[in-house]
């Protein structure tokens, strides 16, 4: 738009002189009442984007194009007399509306001078004052009429302009907000992640001849593993590896529901299958979101070797024996936790012998996909026990999980990972000395 | 994932095909209790998982929570052809112990059409 629209823009904008609530009233009251007429109506009229702008603006344009198709229409020769007459009228009324348009810019504008040399004010100018000067034979001079639909043109390309920046402002606010509100969860999941990880053991209880070693890892969209070491009577040990459906912050909290009951129970009783059933009756109770959680639960007596184990749905865990034999522990295929009462779980038990290495986990790590959306699968697992189980337990945990991260690259880690590696070896007489 | 339904011999079978995981679960869940609120005992529901790939826990959920409306509007609520992997997943986590899975539609049919054991 051209600087004296711009500026009675501006002015219809300040407090007061808003193009509504100037023209009718207000004439009868101030000494200044006609100046504010006038700039109320130009402000109505020249205004940008209001109705009677627009239609004003539609009315210039039409003038134009007729006043234009006009100097066509009399260089016929043989135009009926009232047809002449009827272009001389109309010529009178394009001149008359052209001069007070000019003149309400004029008064208008806040620079008078420079609107009047200016191009658009040289052109507006141009379009009727021949008319007073030369009469109605202007024909070339209304040729020039056609330079008006340039103001036309701006000013249309200019309100497209204004809305779209408008659009565009508006949308960059939206999305800072957007931003804001999304950097403020992905904080607050940053802490729950943490502290998923900050409340789970980070020490396997001591005992001669067993180690123990323990790695989550959680996804960034927040799963619901957790696993468990738990002091039992008797000088016995509860391991725990469990896994809640779902993900996110709904699955946190049964997580920590289920690790709860789970750790609490433990202490009441003397087999993992009565513990597990205990504790599934008590989260089929405390379930408003229908979620479940896959629980392995063994208890280890580290003075005979022996580890009595139930099985809630969970990955069967995998026995590496001295001599390099991996084995899935059986007894797989118990209902999950938290789905349905009133289901039993039955015991099992396994003699672990020195040299063993037990191998609990989640399916974070056999479901970890890669690009080519190929899972890491329970066979790459069992080979990497097989090959590198001989070792630290610690050292098989970090084994596994740098092998799950490389094999996974760059692919996002949409579950959970989660390790545990137990080994016993007897000690030697000599060093227990 | 995508799901189709069918209806057989008065019965509605519903047969998703792909994946149902985490991102897919809801949707799937919506499906499986669109088929079940829509059925008349004594009509069953199939669902048919010849083409079913994957089911991550969340999947399971879906039939969990489906098998559990059908239960209480006594309508039967079976599976069918579950591809090996998808037959794992079922079998370790116990689901195949209180949700019915038939070798394939047929076994289904049969099955639904004797009404409960």
């Known amino acids: 738009m051209d600087q004296p629209s711009v500026s009675s823009r501006a002015r219809a904008a300040a407090p007061g002189i808003t193009p509504r609530d100037t023209l009718a009233p207000v004439t009868a009251r101030a000494s200044g009442a006609p100046r504010r007429a006038v700039d109320g109506l130009a402000a109505l009229l020249l205004q940008g984007d209001g109705r009677w702008a627009r239609a004003f603006e539609n009315l210039i344009l039409a003038l134009i194009v007729v006043s234009v198709a006009s100097v066509g229409l009399e260089s016929i020769p043989a135009l009926p007399a009232w047809a002449v007459q009827a272009l001389r009228l109309m010529e009178i009324i394009v001149v008359a509306v052209f001069s007070f348009e000019y003149l309400l810019r004029l008064a208008a504008a806040p620079d008078k001078l420079r609107f009047i040399v200016s191009f658009q004010g040289v052109v507006d100018l141009l379009s009727f004052a021949p008319f007073y000067v030369g009469g109605l034979d202007t024909r070339w001079v209304r040729m020039l009429r056609l330079l008006r639909l340039l103001r036309v043109l701006k000013l249309r390309t200019h309100l497209l302009e204004a809305t779209v920046g408008r659009r565009t402002r508006e949308l960059a606010e939206k999305n800072d907000a957007l931003e804001r509100a999304q950097a403020q969860i992905r904080s607050e999941l940053e802490v729950a992640r943490a502290l998923q990880v900050a409340i789970l053991p980070a020490t396997f209880p001591s005992r001669a001849g067993y180690e123990g070693a323990a790695r989550m890892i959680p996804a960034t969209t927040m799963g619901g593993d957790f696993y468990d070491f738990i002091e039992l009577p008797g000088g016995q040990i509860g391991l725990v590896m469990a896994d809640v459906s779902g993900k996110g912050v709904p699955a946190a909290f049964f997580m920590a529901v289920a690790r709860t009951n789970l750790r609490e129970l433990a202490a009441h009783h003397t087999t993992p299958g009565a513990c597990l059933a205990h504790t599934n009756e008590v989260l089929c109770t405390q379930n408003p979101l229908d979620l479940f959680v896959t629980v392995f639960y063994c208890i280890l007596d580290p003075a005979s070797g022996v580890l009595r184990y139930a099985n809630g749905g969970h990955n069967p865990p995998l026995l590496r024996r001295a001599d390099g034999a991996v084995e899935a522990l059986s007894g797989a295929g118990g209902l999950v936790l938290g789905a349905m009462p009133g289901v039993g779980f039955p015991d099992h038990a396994v003699q672990l012998r020195s040299g063993d290495r037990l191998v609990l986990f989640t399916d974070g790590i056999t479901e970890a996909f890669n690009a080519a959306d190929e899972a890491y699968g329970i066979e790459r697992l069992v080979e990497e026990v097989r090959v590198h189980g001989g070792g630290a337990a610690a050292a098989l945990v970090e084994h596994i999980c740098h092998g799950v991260t490389v094999f996974a690259a760059a692919a996002p880690q949409s579950d959970d990972i989660t390790l545990i590696v137990l080994s016993f070896d007897r000690l030697e007489p000599a060093a227990l000395q | ?117």
């Open chain 2, 1 to 117: 994932m995508n799901v189709g339904t069918e209806t057989l011999a008065g019965h509605t079978v519903v047969i998703p095909a792909g994946r149902v995981d985490f991102n897919s679960a809801s949707e799937f869940q919506a499906q499986l209790e669109r088929a079940v609120g829509g059925a008349r005992a004594p009509a069953a529901v199939i669902v048919d998982c010849a083409a079913l790939e994957y089911v991550s826990s969340a999947g399971l959920r879906a039939f969990l929570l489906a098998a559990r409306a059908a239960q209480r509007a006594g309508i039967a609520f079976v599976l069918c052809a579950l591809q090996p992997a998808v037959r794992e997943v079922f079998d370790l986590s116990g689901f195949s112990r209180i949700i019915s899975v038939y070798p394939d539609r047929a076994a289904a049919l049969t099955h639904v059409a004797q009404g409960p054991p």
